[in-house]
């Protein structure tokens, strides 16, 4: 190998990205777009949640349970008269759960301390119902426990709860999804940039000259995986600090491992676009392959939205040839928990056996010949 005709292959490359803009825009408008239309636009906290409030007999300790849905960030209540309009609003979707107050609800809390509130919830989306019911009996608790303190009554339960929520305590969903996200955006990114590298060769015209050069084929394939991975290396450093700036998500990790990690996993994502990019010889079958085997994959099968754990047993031995799995669960953890050497070094296992194999792949397809 010379290192002057790699020094000229990798200048030749580094003139292709100045001359066709679109290399950069994959590199820093697509996770730019991406991330402002997911980070923001994708959240699984559930707020603001319409609720539908039917009081048969309106008395001040009914007022006072509204209020206290009024009161919460987790609600939007608006009463109704009945509980025909109530239930006509939640099967026309204006609202995703009904709290109904019978008459009963006075006299009964005020002589037993228990007070029938009837609750209808909209089970279409199971997981969005679990947490309105979940919301419903937080508010529920936090409305007994303050007539308790005002009336000096005390509650007695046989277990009393103390939840301690770890590396994510203010329960964000964003600081959860953005690390993921950055992870999808750059499974896309890292495939896409080597994907119509050497497709577009073929398509100028200017592979044959290349064939006839003394280049050997490592010094082909390095000069055009070194810019792009220089180029994906810039976007992962503008996503990350999109991340930490804007979207404010901790970043409790070391930055060092956090640059070793996306190394590792860019160059697999290289590896893989590469090795797309060198059998399809069309730049439109290129990028169209290098979506549909990198990001769709990758955004359903990495962990990113849906739990591994809950997949069937096929399909989570699937997952374990999809790299982005790795990287998902690297970025959370580095982003929100820091350190954690047991699953970095797993992950990054991992990544490594997925690198040498699409970059040994695509050093024996790739051939110096025309045919």
């Known amino acids: ?24 825009a994959i590199a820093f408008i697509l996770p730019l777009a991406l991330l402002l239309i997911f980070g ?12 539908a409030v039917v009081v048969d007999h309106p008395t001040l300790l009914t007022a006072s349970f509204v209020g206290e849905l009024r009161s919460s960030r987790w609600f939007r209540p608006t009463n109704y008269p009945g509980e025909a309009p109530a239930e006509k609003a939640l099967t026309d979707g204006r609202a995703a759960a009904i709290v109904w107050l019978r008459s009963d609800f006075t006299r009964l809390a005020l002589s037993s301390g228990r007070a029938p509130i009837h609750v209808i919830v909209n089970g279409v989306d199971a997981n969005q119902a679990r947490i309105i019911e979940n919301y419903l009996n937080g508010a529920w608790l936090a409305w007994l426990a303050q007539r308790a303190a005002g009336e000096g009554i005390r509650i007695s339960a046989p277990v009393v709860a103390e939840a301690r929520v770890w590396f994510n305590p203010a329960m964000r969903s964003r600081d959860y999804l953005v690390p993921g996200l950055i992870a999808i955006i750059m499974t896309l990114i890292g495939a896409l940039l080597t994907a119509l590298v050497v497709a577009r060769e073929w398509e100028r015209g200017t592979m044959e000259g290349i064939m006839v050069t003394p280049a050997g084929k490592m010094e082909l394939l390095l000069g055009k995986l070194i810019p792009y991975f ?7 450093l503008f996503s990350t600090i999109m991340a930490v700036f804007l979207f404010r998500v901790p970043l409790r990790g070391s930055i060092s491992v956090l640059v070793a990690c996306s190394s590792l996993f860019l160059l697999t994502a290289l590896g893989m676009g590469l090795l797309i990019s060198i059998l399809a010889r069309s730049q439109f079958v290129a990028g ?45 953890t580095i982003f929100l928990a820091g350190n954690v050497w047991s699953i970095i070094v797993s992950n990054c296992l991992g990544l490594a056996i997925l690198c040498l194999l699409f970059l040994g792949l695509a050093i024996i397809r790739f051939r110096k010949r025309l045919d």
């Open 230 to 236: 220089v180029l994906g290396m810039g976007g992962m």
């Open 288 to 332: 169209m392959v290098a979506i549909v085997a990198t990001f769709l994959p990758a955004f359903i099968l990495s962990g990113f939205l849906f739990d591994i754990h809950s997949m069937p047993r096929v399909v989570q031995l699937l997952t374990h040839v999809i790299a982005a799995r790795y990287f998902v669960g690297l970025l959370q």
């Open 40 to 51: 923001y636009g994708v959240s699984l906290d559930a707020r603001g949640i319409p609720v």
């Open 1 to 24: 190998m010379s290192m002057m005709r790699l020094m000229g292959l990798i200048r030749k490359e580094a003139y292709e990205i100045v001359r066709d803009p679109s290399s950069i």
